[in-house]
């Protein structure tokens, strides 16, 4: 299990800043699919009408987890970079890992 803080100081390359700040922490996720794309308009063309399915649809998934990316915002200039790390099953942000079978009071 990965666990990452919220807030980390690293560079930051904003035209403002171009020196190490405090950047607040969050996991990049993907956009919603546009439906204007030219590789969605020339499926929907070509999918549209008889004939069923006319493309590949792929089944042989071989990797169990997905590279972590993290978002990092810079709290002064908002400048906003990302940083891939490796890849993990558990993925947390937070600042404490939890204990196992240790009392919490």
Known sequence: MVVIPKGRKTFCPGKNCRKHQL??????KKGKDSL???GKRRYDRKQSGFGGQTKPIFHKKAKTTKKIVLRLECTSCKYKSHKVIKRCKHFELGDQKKQKGGSTW
């Open 23 to 28: 950047h607040k922490v969050t996991q990049y």
């Open 36 to 38: 204007y794309a030219q």
